[in-house]
C-alpha cells in the first residue's frame, strides 16, 4: 500500500530538480526560457538586490594638459554611476492532495498519482505563462484591458484573451497598476471566469464561485484585468520588474526608479526607443530594422534578438513571402517560413514570435539584459523539512508548493522597443 512517504519520493524524483521542472515548462514559454535566472544565496540575498550602474565614462580629456585639469577639478573628472536597489518579490502557488482521496485509492495509487502527476505539471505551466507574462510587461501586471455587460466580457486587445483562462479569479481597476495610486474597482470585488471563448474573443464571470454570468460590484467602462492578489496598484504585493518597467514605452520622469533618477542618461538607464515621428509610415519590418540599427548607434550594442507576438511575426513573415519565388515543379508545396533573422545596422538579428508579447510594442534583447535572481531554483518546492509534501493549515490535507522570491535585474543600455504597426 502507497504511503504519504512513497508519495513524497514520487514528487521528489518527479519535481525535486530543477531540470525536470524546466521539462515541464517545454517550448511554449520561449522568453521565460531565455532569460537568465541566477539563483542561490550569492544572487540573491539581504532585504534589496543592490547593483551598480555606469551611465558615463570620465570626461577630463582635452588638447591640452591646463584644459584636461580643468575638467578633471568639475564633476566631469569622475565616472557618472548609481545602485540598483531591487526589492525581492513574493509568488505561490500550491496542488492540494486530499487524505480522504489517497486513502480511498489505495488499492490503485497509480492512477491517482497520475492524475496528480498532470495537475503538478499543469501548475508549473501556468507559473511558466504567468511570469511570461510579467517579465514581458510591467509591475501593474494588468492582463489587458476590457468591458462588460451582464458578465460578459471582450478584451480591447484580442490577443490579450491569452491571458484568461477558465477558474481564474480576476480583480479589476480603471487603470494598469503602475502607479502607486491606482485603486481596484467595487473594493476589490471578485469576478470568477466560467467560460473563454477565445474565437470571440470574450470571457465570462461570475460573482460567485459556481455562480452564473453577472456583473461584480463596481465594474464598470473600460478596465484593466488582474489575477487576484497581483494588483499592482495601491497596498501591491511586490513580485517582479518587467521589460516593460526597466524599458518603458516613453522616456521616464525623474520620479525614482529602484532609487534612481534615470534622467541623468535616458538611454543607459531606461532603454532604446524611435520617436513616434520616425516610424510615421513605417511597417513592421522597417520598425524592425530601425530598431536593431538605432540599438547598434544609440544603445550599448546590438540586440541579440527581436521579440513580437505571433500575430506580428506572422504580418512580417506574409510580407516577405508575398515578395518571395515559388517553386513550380514537384508534388509537394510548401509555404511560409520557419525562421525570420534580419540584417540592419550591420548585424543579423533572429526574430521570435511570443506569445506573451504585448502586440502593440516590438521589443529588442541584447545580452542578458534582463536577468531573474531568487534565492534558491525558480520556481522552488517548499521542502526545508526534508518533505515535499506539507500540511494544510486547518485540515488533514496535504500540498506541494512552490514559492519564489525573485528580483530582475535590467541593463536597460541592452534593451531597445518601438511601437509596432
Same mark, same amino acid.
Given at each position: 500500500?502507497?504511503?504519504?512517504? &512513497?508519495? $513524497?519520493? !514520487?514528487?521528489?524524483?518527479?519535481?525535486?530538480?530543477?531540470? +525536470?521542472?524546466?521539462?515541464?515548462?517545454?517550448?511554449?514559454?520561449?522568453?521565460?526560457?531565455?532569460?537568465?535566472?541566477?539563483?542561490?544565496?550569492?544572487?540573491? #540575498?539581504?532585504?534589496?538586490?543592490?547593483?551598480?550602474?555606469?551611465?558615463?565614462?570620465?570626461?577630463?580629456?582635452?588638447?591640452?594638459?591646463?584644459?584636461?585639469?580643468?575638467?578633471?577639478?568639475? =564633476?566631469?573628472?569622475?565616472?557618472? #554611476?548609481?545602485?540598483?536597489?531591487?526589492?525581492?518579490?513574493?509568488?505561490?502557488?500550491?496542488?492540494?492532495?486530499?487524505?480522504?482521496? !489517497?486513502?480511498?485509492?489505495?488499492?490503485?495509487?497509480?492512477?491517482?498519482?497520475?492524475?496528480?502527476? *498532470?495537475?503538478?505539471? %499543469?501548475?508549473?505551466?501556468?507559473?511558466?505563462?504567468?511570469?511570461?507574462?510579467?517579465?514581458?510587461?510591467?509591475?501593474?501586471?494588468?492582463?489587458?484591458?476590457?468591458?462588460?455587460? #451582464?458578465?460578459?466580457?471582450?478584451?480591447?486587445?484580442?490577443? $490579450?484573451?491569452?491571458?484568461? #483562462?477558465?477558474?481564474?479569479? !480576476?480583480?479589476?481597476?480603471?487603470? %494598469?497598476?503602475?502607479?502607486?495610486?491606482?485603486?481596484?474597482?467595487?473594493?476589490? =470585488?471578485?469576478?470568477?471566469?466560467?467560460?473563454?471563448?477565445?474565437?470571440?474573443?470574450?470571457?465570462?464571470?461570475?460573482?460567485?464561485?459556481?455562480?452564473?454570468?453577472?456583473?461584480?460590484?463596481?465594474?464598470?467602462?473600460?478596465?484593466?484585468?488582474?489575477?487576484?492578489?497581483?494588483?499592482?496598484?495601491?497596498?501591491?504585493?511586490?513580485?517582479?520588474?518587467?521589460?516593460?518597467?526597466?524599458?518603458?514605452?516613453?522616456?521616464?520622469?525623474?520620479?525614482?526608479?529602484?532609487?534612481?533618477?534615470?534622467?541623468?542618461?535616458?538611454?543607459?538607464?531606461?532603454?532604446? +526607443?524611435?520617436?513616434?515621428? *520616425?516610424?510615421?509610415?513605417?511597417?513592421? *519590418?522597417?520598425?524592425?530594422?530601425?530598431?536593431? &540599427? +538605432?540599438?547598434?548607434?544609440?544603445?550599448?550594442?546590438?540586440?541579440?534578438?527581436?521579440?513580437? %507576438?505571433?500575430?506580428?511575426?506572422?504580418?512580417?513573415?506574409?510580407?516577405?513571402?508575398?515578395?518571395?519565388?515559388?517553386?513550380?515543379?514537384?508534388?509537394?508545396?510548401?509555404?511560409?517560413?520557419?525562421?525570420?533573422?534580419?540584417?540592419?545596422?550591420?548585424?543579423?538579428?533572429?526574430?521570435?514570435? *511570443?506569445?506573451?508579447?504585448?502586440?502593440?510594442?516590438?521589443?529588442?534583447?541584447?545580452?542578458?539584459?534582463?536577468?531573474?535572481?531568487?534565492?534558491?531554483?525558480?520556481?522552488?518546492?517548499?521542502?526545508?523539512?526534508?518533505?515535499?509534501?506539507?500540511?494544510?493549515?486547518?485540515?488533514?490535507?496535504?500540498?506541494?508548493?512552490?514559492?519564489?522570491?525573485?528580483?530582475?535585474?535590467?541593463?536597460?543600455?541592452?534593451?531597445? +522597443?518601438?511601437?509596432?504597426?
Amino acid at each position: 500500500m502507497a504511503t504519504l512517504n &512513497t508519495i $513524497d519520493a !514520487l514528487m521528489k524524483l518527479n519535481y525535486g530538480t530543477a531540470d +525536470r521542472i524546466q521539462r515541464c515548462l517545454g517550448k511554449d514559454f520561449p522568453t521565460y526560457t531565455k532569460i537568465k535566472k541566477k539563483t542561490g544565496a550569492v544572487n540573491a #540575498s539581504g532585504q534589496m538586490l543592490v547593483a551598480p550602474v555606469i551611465f558615463s565614462n570620465v570626461q577630463s580629456m582635452a588638447g591640452t594638459l591646463a584644459t584636461a585639469q580643468t575638467v578633471a577639478a568639475t =564633476s566631469g573628472g569622475s565616472m557618472k #554611476s548609481k545602485r540598483w536597489t531591487v526589492p525581492f518579490g513574493d509568488y505561490s502557488a500550491a496542488v492540494t492532495f486530499e487524505r480522504k482521496m !489517497l486513502k480511498l485509492s489505495s488499492s490503485d495509487m497509480g492512477c491517482y498519482i497520475d492524475a496528480k502527476k *498532470e495537475e503538478i505539471k %499543469s501548475m508549473y505551466r501556468q507559473w511558466a505563462a504567468i511570469f511570461s507574462w510579467y517579465l514581458l510587461n510591467t509591475k501593474g501586471r494588468s492582463l489587458g484591458q476590457f468591458t462588460i455587460s #451582464s458578465g460578459l466580457c471582450t478584451p480591447v486587445n484580442p490577443e $490579450d484573451i491569452v491571458n484568461i #483562462s477558465p477558474g481564474m479569479v !480576476l480583480q479589476a481597476s480603471a487603470n %494598469s497598476g503602475d502607479s502607486g495610486t491606482d485603486t481596484l474597482l467595487g473594493s476589490g =470585488s471578485l469576478g470568477y471566469v466560467i467560460n473563454v471563448n477565445p474565437n470571440a474573443p470574450t470571457f465570462t464571470v461570475a460573482t460567485s464561485d459556481g455562480g452564473s454570468a453577472a456583473t461584480p460590484s463596481g465594474w464598470t467602462g473600460t478596465m484593466h484585468a488582474f489575477r487576484y492578489g497581483d494588483f499592482g496598484g495601491s497596498g501591491a504585493t511586490v513580485i517582479c520588474d518587467g521589460f516593460g518597467d526597466w524599458c518603458p514605452a516613453s522616456d521616464p520622469s525623474a520620479t525614482p526608479f529602484n532609487n534612481i533618477d534615470r534622467t541623468a542618461h535616458i538611454t543607459a538607464l531606461s532603454g532604446v +526607443r524611435i520617436p513616434t515621428a *520616425e516610424l510615421t509610415l513605417l511597417n513592421n *519590418e522597417n520598425r524592425i530594422k530601425r530598431l536593431i &540599427t +538605432r540599438m547598434v548607434t544609440r544603445g550599448f550594442g546590438p540586440p541579440k534578438w527581436i521579440s513580437l %507576438s505571433p500575430d506580428k511575426w506572422q504580418d512580417v513573415a506574409d510580407g516577405l513571402e508575398s515578395r518571395g519565388l515559388r517553386t513550380s515543379f514537384g508534388k509537394d508545396a510548401e509555404f511560409g517560413y520557419d525562421t525570420i533573422n534580419v540584417t540592419a545596422g550591420g548585424v543579423t538579428v533572429p526574430c521570435i514570435a *511570443e506569445k506573451f508579447q504585448p502586440s502593440t510594442a516590438i521589443y529588442a534583447w541584447g545580452e542578458d539584459c534582463l536577468v531573474l535572481h531568487n534565492p534558491e531554483e525558480f520556481p522552488a518546492v517548499v521542502n526545508d523539512d526534508g518533505l515535499e509534501m506539507l500540511r494544510k493549515a486547518n485540515t488533514n490535507d496535504f500540498e506541494l508548493r512552490l514559492q519564489a522570491y525573485p528580483a530582475t535585474l535590467g541593463i536597460p543600455g541592452l534593451m531597445g +522597443r518601438c511601437p509596432a504597426a
